[in-house]
């Protein structure tokens, strides 16, 4: 093979590379369309995994674009696992009034609150691993 050929090929292999890497990358982003702050922390294939589970389940996360709490929630879970979750915004009346009428209908008092059809609602910031239980996603332990 000529150094000419050569070095083309590494060339196209550097190009088909960088091409797929972009690819992969604009297909797990999806815009931040929720009123709460978007966290500056990257998500983990678990709490990706994990926002799946939880939709699937029909949970939802109730909590306000100023609180703190929630803010901390969704940094657990990161931009794309966040992008994904079933949040209602309790705290924008006059921007999100159907969000408000859940919060009212799920009879919302502290936030951060999830909820689930079926089972007892969770308040306050949840770990990973007490979400992951909560949802099904890992078995409880047995006591």
Not at 15 to 28: D, E, I, N, R, V
Not at 115 to 139: A, C, D, H, K, Y
Request: hydrophobic content about 35%; glycine content about 6%.
């Amino acid at each position: 093979m000529s150094p000419i050929s050569k070095t083309k090929g590494i060339r196209v292999l550097t190009l088909m590379a960088a091409m797929a890497g972009t690819l992969c990358t604009a297909a797990a982003t999806q815009p931040w369309d929720q009123p709460i702050p978007e966290p500056a922390t990257e998500s983990t294939a678990q709490t990706i995994k994990l926002a799946e589970q939880l939709n699937t389940v029909g949970a939802r996360f109730f909590g306000a674009h100023w609180c703190p709490a929630c803010k901390e929630q969704m940094k657990l879970f990161g931009k794309q696992a966040g992008a994904n979750l079933n949040y209602v915004e309790c705290g924008l009346p006059d921007k999100y009034p159907d969000q408000l009428r859940q919060c009212r209908d799920e009879n919302i008092r502290s936030i951060p609150t999830w909820t689930r059809p079926g089972s007892t609602r969770l308040q306050g910031v949840q770990s990973i691993n007490t979400l992951e239980r909560w949802s099904g996603l890992r078995p409880q332990p047995l006591n």
